[in-house]
């Protein structure tokens, strides 16, 4: 059972600390609980209940219609809402509640119920990047902890296991050879990840080594010029290998090949790229990039044939 500060409810749930009380005094919609030492703090109950209004508050019911509600009944009514704008909201906020509360079982629930409704991939750029965002402000503000991230990132990596294992061996005709790796110190791994689905579900093939790859061992080990492509992303704060040697020496390394690079110290940093190096800025940018090629090696085969 979590024990949430009134700040902790207001970076969930964007309700501002005023709000929260002056729907307490006017209402009586939720009643915090009290410490020993007089300090109120809400459970993990009242955390569901608050991201409830705030889901049925978004599709324009007014507070006083909420407020008169029993809290089965206002559960009930967030299962009965129709699809709008802040679909995805709801059930970045639902993830969030999981997390909080370290219930794998929903977790998955919510998760597995996403990817029926909308695919994986759909599910991972509209709901589960954006929900990791949340989740990096909230650490940031200080209510979550390193193992609330550790927890969620390796229920969304089983997910992604699975389906790239359904997708080895399944190639195009027109397929290209990926290279897909994180440099030392760079652990985030589920954006590459990600990428690998991306990439082995239009029919290429990957060589996935994973994280904390010495970049400097990778020309004694693919030194055949057989990479069509090369992609690697960099997040980590405390990446201590110069940025701009790196993509020198990578490009310098394989100039046959063409190299995506991402991640937010790779954005945020001002470097020069050769002219087979390419700065992907989101994931969606990657996605046609991904289809881009797919398409451009499909009529060249067409053309050859």
Not at 194 to 211: D, K, P, T, W
Not at 230 to 256: G, R
């Amino acid at each position: 059972m979590g024990k949430f500060s009134i700040k902790d409810i207001e970076s969930v749930t964007g309700i501002k600390s005023h709000t929260i009380r002056m729907w307490e005094q006017r209402y009586n919609i939720v009643t915090p609980k009290r410490t020993e030492t007089n300090i109120r703090y809400y459970d993990d109950e009242d955390l569901k209940l608050f991201l409830n209004i705030v889901t049925l508050n978004n599709h324009g019911i007014k507070i006083s219609e909420i407020a008169k509600l029993s809290h089965d009944k206002i559960q009930e009514a967030v299962v009965n809402l129709k699809p709008n704008s802040t679909e995805f909201n709801s059930q970045i906020r639902s993830l969030i509640v999981s997390m909080l509360s370290f219930d794998e079982f929903d977790f998955h629930k919510v998760l597995s119920k996403s990817i029926i409704q909308y695919g994986l991939e759909q599910t991972m750029v509209n709901i589960i990047f954006p929900f990791l965002h949340e989740v990096g402000v909230l650490w940031q503000v200080g209510s979550i902890q390193p193992a609330h991230e550790h927890f969620v990132t390796n229920i969304i990596k089983q997910k992604l296991y699975v389906s790239i294992d359904g997708q080895i061996g399944t190639y195009s005709e027109h397929r290209k050879r990926f290279l897909l790796f994180l440099p030392e110190n760079e652990q985030h791994s589920l954006g590459l990840l990600f990428a690998n689905y991306i990439i082995r579900n239009r029919g290429h093939e990957v060589i996935y080594l994973g994280q904390e790859v010495p970049v400097k061992d990778l020309k004694i080990t693919f030194d055949n010029g057989i990479v069509d492509y090369i992609f690697s992303t960099i997040t980590c704060a405390t990446f201590q290998m110069d940025k701009q040697e790196m993509i020198n020496y990578l490009s310098a390394n394989w100039p046959e090949s063409q190299i995506f690079l991402t991640g937010s110290q790779i954005l945020n940093a001002n470097v020069k790229c050769p002219a087979n190096v390419r700065i992907i800025n989101s994931i969606s940018e990657f996605i046609e990039l991904v289809n881009s090629i797919s398409t451009i090696n499909a009529k060249n085969l067409v053309l050859q044939n």
